[in-house]
């Protein structure tokens, strides 16, 4: 018999799916010179969808034939890439108007986008989840080749889809052999359905492999990791940003939605694969980044080493381990918007600030900003007392607690390593001299919000319970 959905537990993505349409139909019946109107429209548009999920918070169940779950992870992660992608416009506004990239098509593949991320956060089946992986991915597709007059952002996007079609390929394979040896798609029946079977689980490790490829390719994760430096690279600054941020999000929600919840019952099988993904990804991320002399570059194999401590958590398969993995994602999304944030702000016309030697002498010139790039760099490099310090020990203690010593020791070789090219950054600001006058042309309201971001980092080093705590309670 049929049931009528339960609209109000989805009722942010309703609203987000409501603000996407208006703004296409806005988009395709005004000309350019109302791009501001469009940019205001989708900052509102996303306030409107974070105060619903405030509005909302703490109501638990399933719709949709439940194919849909709102639980404490989905509010928090909804509520932080709604609250991340507002940051990320405001950052990209002075960048975008300045290129001419203020184009309608940014701001309603940045909505979509941020709808596919919502739907794969909420994802209680295997078909919600790929339809909102879907969604995700064709709309930052679309966003690293905006710039059309770009050679390099062309090769970025063709890179991007070619692999991203095959990751999905791979996930479609692995999730159609798990429907036909378990008979169901919604993950609570396969995680039944696993716990209570006892026969041969060889169709099922064989899923498991394509499985983890596409969340290693989503995530970047060595060695799936071949399209991430080159986007990075290629991809205008603010797509860049903003594929760096709230996309990690969603990713981890793959990961604990897929193993975390549907297949635990398999995780003597996924540990093997995610231990070597997370070694490989710490080993090689840290150190091909001390080569790089181009900032993005160096930022996007930061980002895979960073990958490969998330995955510590995970792995594990501890309650533990998932919440330290959760605080880790969200400190990190705060420091590589900070450090993005920073690249943009002394971009200009004519000027894409994304050398390292663009940054000589920044504290003579600007002191306050230089400040803020090296409290990010520290945060990034896990020094002490900053937040990145606290993500990084959480995930090491559980990787510890759960009896793996050795990888929790490269664990730790690892970070003293990438601590190097984070130093070497501050030491172009502080200790070379410019070659030119750097000048700043960003907005206000960007250099408030790129302050206060910082200061949270800060803030979250000094004071980190609260946000602990959260996270534990989620998975505890």
């Given at each position: 018999?049929?049931?009528?959905?339960?609209?109000?537990?989805?009722?942010?993505?309703?609203?987000?799916?409501?603000?996407?349409?208006?703004?296409?139909?806005?988009?395709?019946?005004?000309?350019?010179?109302?791009m501001e109107w469009v940019h205001r429209f989708a900052i509102l548009g996303l306030f409107v969808t974070i105060l619903s999920i405030v509005l909302s918070w703490g109501?638990?169940?399933?719709?949709?034939?439940?194919?849909?779950?709102?639980?404490?992870?989905?509010?928090?992660?909804?509520?932080?890439?709604?609250?991340?992608?507002?940051?990320?416009?405001?950052?990209?506004?002075?960048?975008?108007?300045?290129?001419?990239?203020?184009?309608?098509?940014?701001?309603?593949?940045?909505?979509?986008?941020?709808?596919?991320?919502?739907?794969?956060?909420?994802?209680?089946?295997?078909?919600?989840?790929?339809?909102?992986?879907?969604?995700?991915?064709?709309?930052?597709?679309?966003?690293?080749?905006?710039?059309?007059?770009?050679v390099l952002a062309t090769e970025a996007a063709m890179k991007y889809f070619i692999l991203g079609a095959i990751a999905s390929g791979m996930l479609l394979y692995g999730?159609?052999?798990?429907?036909?040896?378990?008979?169901?798609?919604?993950?609570?029946?396969?995680?039944?359905?696993?716990?209570?079977?006892?026969?041969?689980?060889?169709?099922?490790?064989?899923?498991?492999?394509?499985?983890?490829?596409?969340?290693?390719?989503?995530?970047?994760?060595?060695?799936?990791?071949?399209?991430?430096?080159?986007?990075?690279?290629?991809?205008?600054?603010?797509?860049?940003?903003?594929?760096?941020?709230?996309?990690?999000?969603?990713?981890?929600?793959?990961?604990?939605?897929?193993?975390?919840?549907?297949?635990?019952?398999?995780?003597?099988?996924?540990?093997?694969?995610?231990?070597?993904?997370?070694?490989?990804?710490?080993?090689?991320?840290?150190?091909?980044?001390?080569?790089?002399?181009?900032?993005?570059?160096?930022?996007?194999?930061?980002?895979?080493?960073?990958?490969?401590?998330?995955?510590?958590?995970?792995?594990?398969?501890?309650?533990?381990?998932?919440?330290?993995?959760?605080?880790?994602?969200?400190?990190?999304?705060?420091?590589?918007?900070?450090?993005?944030?920073?690249?943009?702000?002394?971009?200009?016309?004519?000027?894409?600030?994304?050398?390292?030697?663009?940054?000589?002498?920044?504290?003579?010139?600007?002191?306050?900003?230089?400040?803020?790039?090296?409290?990010?760099?520290?945060?990034?490099?896990?020094?002490?007392?900053?937040?990145?310090?606290?993500?990084?020990?959480?995930?090491?203690?559980?990787?510890?607690?759960?009896?793996?010593?050795?990888?929790?020791?490269?664990?730790?070789?690892?970070?003293?390593?990438?601590?190097?090219?984070?130093?070497?950054?501050?030491?172009?600001?502080?200790?070379?001299?410019?070659?030119?006058?750097?000048?700043?042309?960003?907005?206000?309201?960007?250099?408030?919000?790129?302050?206060?971001?910082?200061?949270?980092?800060?803030?979250?080093?000094?004071?980190?319970?609260?946000?602990?705590?959260?996270?534990?309670?989620?998975?505890?």
């Open positions: 018999m049929f049931q009528v959905p339960d609209m109000q537990l989805a009722l942010p993505e309703m609203l987000m799916l409501a603000i996407s349409c208006f703004l296409l139909l806005f988009v395709a019946f005004t000309s350019n010179k109302k109501q638990t169940g399933q719709t949709f034939s439940s194919t849909y779950i709102k639980d404490p992870l989905s509010d928090l992660l909804k509520l932080s890439i709604c609250l991340l992608n507002v940051i990320v416009l405001i950052y990209s506004y002075s960048y975008l108007k300045a290129r001419q990239l203020m184009q309608g098509e940014f701001y309603v593949l940045a909505m979509f986008a941020t709808l596919g991320m919502m739907i794969m956060v909420s994802a209680a089946h295997f078909i919600t989840l790929y339809l909102g992986l879907e969604l995700m991915s064709l709309c930052l597709y679309a966003l690293v080749a905006m710039q059309r007059d770009s999730m159609s052999i798990i429907y036909g040896v378990t008979g169901s798609l919604a993950l609570v029946d396969i995680a039944t359905y696993i716990h209570s079977s006892s026969g041969d689980e060889t169709l099922l490790s064989f899923a498991l492999v394509f499985i983890v490829i596409a969340i290693g390719f989503k995530f970047g994760a060595v060695p799936f990791h071949m399209w991430l430096p080159d986007v990075y690279q290629g991809a205008p600054t603010a797509m860049t940003l903003f594929l760096a941020s709230a996309p990690k999000l969603a990713a981890f929600a793959l990961l604990i939605r897929l193993l975390g919840e549907g297949l635990i019952d398999l995780h003597g099988y996924w540990q093997q694969m995610l231990i070597a993904m997370a070694v490989l990804s710490m080993i090689i991320g840290n150190v091909v980044a001390i080569a790089q002399s181009n900032l993005k570059r160096m930022l996007a194999y930061s980002t895979i080493s960073h990958v490969g401590f998330l995955l510590l958590g995970v792995l594990t398969g501890s309650d533990q381990g998932f919440a330290a993995s959760l605080f880790y994602i969200l400190i990190y999304t705060l420091m590589v918007l900070g450090a993005f944030g920073v690249i943009l702000l002394l971009s200009k016309q004519g000027f894409e600030a994304e050398y390292i030697d663009d940054f000589k002498g920044l504290s003579s010139q600007h002191p306050w900003f230089a400040l803020l790039m090296l409290i990010l760099m520290f945060s990034m490099a896990g020094i002490p007392p900053l937040a990145g310090f606290y993500a990084k020990l959480l995930v090491i203690k559980s990787v510890i607690d759960a009896d793996l010593f050795a990888v929790a020791i490269i664990a730790v070789m690892a970070s003293v390593v990438g601590a190097f090219y984070y130093l070497r950054i501050i030491k172009v600001m502080f200790f070379d001299q410019a070659e030119k006058a750097i000048t700043i042309e960003a907005s206000l309201m960007m250099k408030v919000i790129l302050s206060l971001n910082t200061f949270l980092v800060l803030a979250l080093g000094i004071f980190p319970g609260f946000l602990m705590s959260m996270s534990s309670r989620i998975f505890l």
